[in-house]
């Protein structure tokens, strides 16, 4: 490390006082989750490829999340919290998901597993280890709620945003978020923000909050669309919530190709006006670092900068309105490398420090936001323009 590096970490580490610490909710048992190896995350074995790769969602990628957290710059700021993690309740994944779907789960782990849907492998070990995902990101939300501190990260696989009260999807089974949310409100929060960034739709939050005014779910990714009877939803703009909740979904389908700039363009120009009208009372920021300019899940092309930057976003927005209460759970993330410095990048900017720690081995990304621009200026103007509690964003 150079003396002018050096000089950055140890002011870093006196800004700690005042940014605060990141607790971080981890157990080992989620590696146990084994989804397989084949052609990307299909599980086949064509018979022609010498080299099969491991299925996307495997423990790897976690395992150098813990090793970053544990050995990386930003350790002295994280505190380890072993959660004596109990899975949970049959009430508790009730709140979110139908007896019928919590059966036909217990019935798949029974017979031995199987594949639920298309790339997602319930194997033996994985029911267990999405169970102790759950239960983790409750024992997160749980540590706020009781306040013995203000951010928590939930580290857990298998990841949950894609997971719908009726059905897995997308490498999910239970809805690690959305069963923290409901926590949350069952214990009085009256207003719940959900900020997702993975590549993909959170369509699995989304359709659990579908009805509800309580919980804004706004989710930025690639324009991806539906994908199958697992993911019926688009992720269009018009997916906008019903009922009661409509106009609290909002989706940010943003070009393939967008990077930090258009990230942080549509976070300040859109994401940060609609949560500050809501007023939530607790921040819920999912994470999936898939869109990344590396990942070979996502088109998107966000490098430790954005990261860094949407954190501090998120950050600012929980100092101002949830008391700096904030959750972050983890959901994809499939470069085994870079996915690790990217949360390290976004953690960073959630504890908002002055200066980076860890500097970008991969960046430079060429970006061209113009088109990102365009498209987000189009989506808020529908959004304003539909939804009633952001007609105010219009002067
Ligand atoms: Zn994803």
New binding site residues.
């Given amino acids: 490390m150079s003396e002018h590096e050096q000089e950055q970490r140890q002011q870093s580490v006196e800004v700690a006082t005042s940014s605060g610490e990141m607790n971080v909710f981890w157990e080992e048992g989620m590696l146990d989750h084994e989804t397989g190896d084949g052609v990307f995350d299909s599980g086949i074995d064509p018979g022609f490829l010498d080299v099969l790769e491991k299925h996307p969602e495997n423990s790897d990628r976690i395992r150098n999340m813990v090793s970053i957290l544990k050995r990386g710059p930003i350790s002295p700021f994280i505190s380890w919290q072993h959660a004596s993690s109990t899975p949970p309740t049959l009430s508790q994944l009730l709140s979110f998901h139908t007896q019928e779907y919590i059966n036909s789960l217990l019935e798949a782990d029974k017979n031995g597993g199987k594949m639920i849907c298309s790339g997602t492998f319930l194997n033996i070990g994985s029911l267990k280890a999405a169970l102790l995902a759950a239960g983790t990101t409750l024992s997160a939300i749980k540590y706020i709620l009781d306040g013995h501190g203000k951010i928590c990260y939930a580290l857990v696989r298998p990841?949950g945003h894609h997971a719908q009260p009726t059905q897995a999807d997308?490498y999910c089974f239970l809805n690690n978020a959305g069963i923290a949310v409901q926590y949350a409100l069952d214990s009085g929060c009256k207003r719940v923000a959900v900020i997702d960034i993975?590549?993909?739709y959170g369509n699995g939050t989304a359709e659990g909050f579908y009805h509800s005014d309580k919980v804004l779910t706004v989710s930025l990714h690639m324009n991806h669309g539906s994908w199958g009877p697992s993911h019926p939803q688009s992720g269009s703009i018009n997916e906008l919530g019903e009922g009661a909740g409509f106009g609290y979904n909002l989706n940010v389908p943003l070009p393939n190709g967008t990077g930090d700039k258009g990230y942080k363009y549509a976070m300040t120009e859109l994401v940060a006006p609609a949560v500050r009208n809501f007023d939530p009372d607790m921040m819920v920021f999912v994470v999936?670092q898939?869109s990344s300019a590396f990942d070979p899940?996502?088109r998107q092309c966000l490098t430790m900068e954005g990261y860094r930057d949407i954190g501090k976003i998120i950050r600012n927005l929980a100092d101002d309105h949830s008391d700096g209460r904030i959750l972050v759970v983890q959901?994809?993330g499939y470069h085994i490398t870079y996915s690790a410095y990217c949360l390290h990048a976004t953690l960073e900017g959630v504890l908002n420090l002055s200066h980076p720690l860890l500097s970008d081995p991969i960046a430079y990304y060429p970006e061209d936001d113009s088109f990102a621009v365009k498209a987000v200026d189009s989506i808020k103007n529908h959004h304003i323009q539909v939804v009633p509690f952001l007609r105010e964003l219009n002067n």
């Fill in positions: 990841p997308g993975d590549v993909h999936g898939d899940n996502g959901e994809g």
